[in-house]
């Protein structure tokens, strides 16, 4: 039996054992399907002003092509808790969150963060953060999961930005910590660095940051990632592939994480409002499929989230973000289970 066999099956078994919503932070498990495990849920969505620039249609119409195109079935479909205030302090300052839940957030953070502030808002991100730790449980259960949303990297301990409130990677990380000291090692391959992410785990030596960014995007002032790639404006898909080969299998091996955040941002393509960058569709299928098959062959488990993606073609946005998960499904088919 093969190493990836291996960790599908024995991860498999133990889900079945813990088939209760109480072993999960979770609202709905599907402990009977033998599919991919995917975390949605329809409060991922909330109304923005008209014209707003976030594409906050996209989370549903990602369910919806991944359920039309028969990629998955409903049977599928996990359904994450709301983060609790206790689970997201484990990342966030008490005065952030009083401010954030309490709605006292200044007009100068709101332009930060590029939202205006409202209930339906925060209730979105806890939703999120929900998923991504949900993901990141279920993965360690049966080896690979993933959400539908996710990848809000750019937010700190005290405040929010980059239309990200809550980092929902590293609440997953350090919630996947608390029982036991796992090694969490966190690829973020967003056009964007993932800033937020890098502070706060930057003296933590279970967590490893790995982020591959255009250099010259936002944000303008970087942190220190445990490893930063930093690529030219207009890389195409052989280069940045090369890129991420050059890196991820040597990362797996001398870190030798226990758990893969992978966070698929689709703003690397060519397309993207608001990437530099020149990745087609297949760029990134490939890319998606190499991060997930090199760290699972390894016996390593895996939730992705998808990042940040920005288009006013909503449509066309949601089947880019689906790529991860077809990705992810060709992996899970491919173990034979």
Same mark, same amino acid.
């Given at each position: 039996?093969?190493?990836?066999?291996?960790?599908?099956? =024995?991860?498999?078994?133990?889900?079945?054992?813990?088939?209760?919503? &109480?072993? *999960?932070?979770?609202?709905?498990?599907?402990?009977?399907?033998?599919?991919?495990?995917?975390?949605? =849920?329809?409060?991922?969505? %909330?109304?923005?002003?008209?014209?707003?620039?976030?594409?906050?249609?996209? *989370?549903? &119409?990602?369910?919806? !092509?991944?359920?039309?195109?028969?990629?998955?079935?409903?049977?599928?479909?996990?359904?994450?808790?709301?983060?609790?205030?206790?689970?997201?302090? %484990?990342?966030?300052?008490? /005065?952030?969150?009083?401010?954030?839940?309490?709605?006292?957030?200044? /007009?100068? /953070?709101? +332009?930060?963060? @590029?939202?205006?502030?409202?209930?339906?808002?925060? +209730? +979105?991100?806890?939703?999120?953060?929900?998923?991504?730790?949900?993901?990141?449980?279920?993965?360690?259960?049966?080896?690979?999961?993933c959400s539908t949303a996710g990848g809000t990297? =750019?937010?700190?301990?005290g405040y929010g930005s980059g239309f990200c409130?809550?980092?929902?990677?590293?609440?997953?990380?350090?919630?996947?910590?608390?029982?036991?000291?796992?090694?969490?090692?966190?690829?973020?391959?967003?056009?964007?660095? @993932?800033?937020?992410?890098?502070?706060? *785990?930057?003296? /933590?030596?279970?967590? !490893?940051?790995?982020?591959?960014?255009?250099?010259?995007?936002?944000?303008? &002032?970087?942190?220190?990632?445990?490893?930063?790639?930093?690529?030219?404006? @207009?890389?195409?898909?052989?280069?940045?592939?090369?890129?991420?080969?050059?890196?991820?299998?040597?990362?797996?091996?001398? !870190?030798?994480?226990?758990?893969?955040?992978?966070?698929?941002?689709?703003?690397?393509?060519?397309?993207?409002?608001?990437?530099?960058? +020149?990745?087609?569709?297949? @760029?990134?299928?490939?890319?998606?499929?190499?991060?997930?098959?090199?760290?699972?062959?390894?016996?390593?488990?895996?939730?992705?989230?998808?990042?940040?993606?920005?288009?006013?073609?909503?449509?066309?946005?949601?089947?880019?973000?689906?790529?991860?998960?077809?990705?992810?499904?060709?992996?899970?088919?491919?173990?034979?289970?």
């Amino acid at each position: 039996m093969t190493r990836i066999k291996q960790i599908f099956t =024995h991860t498999r078994l133990v889900g079945v054992v813990f088939n209760s919503c &109480r072993r *999960f932070h979770a609202e709905l498990v599907r402990p009977e399907s033998s599919g991919l495990p995917i975390i949605h =849920h329809d409060k991922y969505v %909330c109304e923005l002003p008209p014209s707003h620039r976030f594409p906050m249609g996209k *989370f549903p &119409r990602v369910l919806h !092509f991944l359920l039309k195109d028969q990629v998955i079935t409903e049977k599928q479909v996990w359904a994450p808790e709301i983060a609790s205030k206790d689970l997201l302090s %484990c990342v966030h300052s008490e /005065e952030y969150l009083k401010t954030l839940l309490n709605g006292t957030v200044h /007009e100068e /953070e709101q +332009r930060r963060t @590029g939202f205006p502030w409202s209930q339906d808002l925060v +209730r +979105r991100c806890r939703y999120e953060t929900g998923g991504t730790v949900l993901a990141a449980e279920v993965a360690l259960q049966r080896g690979l999961a993933c959400s539908t949303a996710g990848g809000t990297h =750019h937010a700190f301990p005290g405040y929010g930005s980059g239309f990200c409130l809550l980092n929902d990677l590293a609440v997953a990380a350090k919630c996947s910590m608390r029982s036991t000291k796992r090694k969490v090692l966190i690829v973020d391959l967003d056009v964007h660095q @993932g800033d937020g992410t890098a502070f706060i *785990f930057k003296e /933590e030596p279970h967590v !490893f940051t790995f982020s591959m960014h255009c250099g010259k995007n936002f944000p303008l &002032r970087k942190q220190q990632s445990d490893l930063d790639v930093s690529v030219e404006d @207009g890389v195409e898909d052989k280069e940045y592939l090369a890129t991420v080969n050059a890196h991820l299998p040597r990362l797996l091996e001398t !870190f030798r994480p226990d758990l893969v955040l992978y966070d698929a941002g689709v703003d690397p393509h060519w397309e993207d409002e608001l990437g530099r960058l +020149r990745l087609t569709d297949q @760029g990134l299928y490939q890319r998606d499929l190499y991060v997930i098959k090199t760290a699972v062959s390894r016996g390593i488990p895996v939730a992705t989230v998808i990042g940040g993606g920005y288009s006013q073609d909503l449509d066309k946005l949601a089947l880019r973000h689906s790529i991860v998960h077809r990705a992810a499904t060709k992996v899970w088919n491919d173990c034979e289970l």
